[in-house]
């Protein structure tokens, strides 16, 4: 099998899978350790995977986004401390956009429910978790919702949200890096994003650690729009310095 075929196979693997075993893909194409390595670096250097200890995951483009089914079973335990963590951020706000990924619906789950609190969001999976809760109002935005993650998008919830003025936005991502800001897939979902972060005073974004460095299609925020950025120690202490240097406080659970 030619390097090209293998490499195309092992690609699809890990947006398959959600990630890729050098051991097992090793085993599995009948090749070297270090032949998968050099596979896998390829791919990266393409902007198609993210190298990890042992393996890869793939990175969200353009071409590719992984469903909302995908994202509940990759890397839960780190999610929920980092929601837990970024839940803590609350203090005294009235209005909060939480934004659609697994993350985030996490974090809804977890908002204080003891005094009245207003939640925006454009997930519906989002404002199912927390809309029976008495002192929790639940704004769905309106528009197109998109199958794979539940959300809504277009130019209604863009208007709806520019006629508000939100004091905290939790955000999540598909890629994020110092170089080119945060980043999504599709240009409907980025002007959602946009928005959010425009009509609000504060801004968290909480994401693990494999959203760092890897890029996508559309910008809707630079590092520096940001409070704090809530992550996991799989950010190095070193890199997560790097990021704070650009205005945001970076905790890592």
Not at 147 to 165: I, K, N
Not at 178 to 207: H, I, M, N, Q, Y
Request: hydrophobic share 45%.
């Amino acid at each position: 099998m030619r390097a090209e075929e293998r490499q195309h196979r092992i690609l699809a693997q890990a947006r398959h899978q959600g990630r890729v075993e050098v051991a097992v893909a090793a085993a599995d194409y009948g090749v070297a350790l270090e032949t998968i390595r050099r596979d896998l670096s390829e791919l990266e250097r393409r902007g198609l995977v993210r190298r990890t200890h042992g393996g890869a995951y793939p990175v969200e483009s353009a071409g590719f986004e992984t469903d909302l089914a995908q994202r509940v079973t990759l890397n839960v335990e780190n999610k929920r401390r980092i929601a837990a963590e970024a839940v803590t951020l609350v203090g005294d706000a009235e209005t909060v956009f939480v934004d659609e990924g697994y993350t985030p619906q996490i974090l809804a789950a977890l908002l204080p429910t003891d005094r009245p609190l207003t939640v925006v969001t454009a997930s519906l999976s989002t404002a199912a978790a927390v809309a029976d809760s008495a002192n929790l109002t639940v704004l769905l935005l309106g528009g197109r919702v998109r199958a794979r993650t539940l959300a809504t998008v277009g130019s209604w919830a863009c208007a709806m949200l520019s006629g508000f003025v939100i004091d905290l936005a939790f955000l999540g991502t598909n890629g994020i890096s110092r170089e080119l800001g945060l980043t999504t897939p599709d240009p409907v979902v980025a002007d959602v994003k946009a928005k959010a972060v425009e009509v609000s005073r504060r801004r968290v974004f909480l994401g693990d650690h494999s959203k760092f460095g890897a890029s996508s299609f559309c910008r809707f925020a630079q590092v520096g729009d940001f409070e704090a950025i809530v992550t996991d120690t799989g950010l190095s202490s070193a890199e997560a310095h790097r990021y704070s240097l650009m205005g945001p406080h970076v905790i890592r659970v």
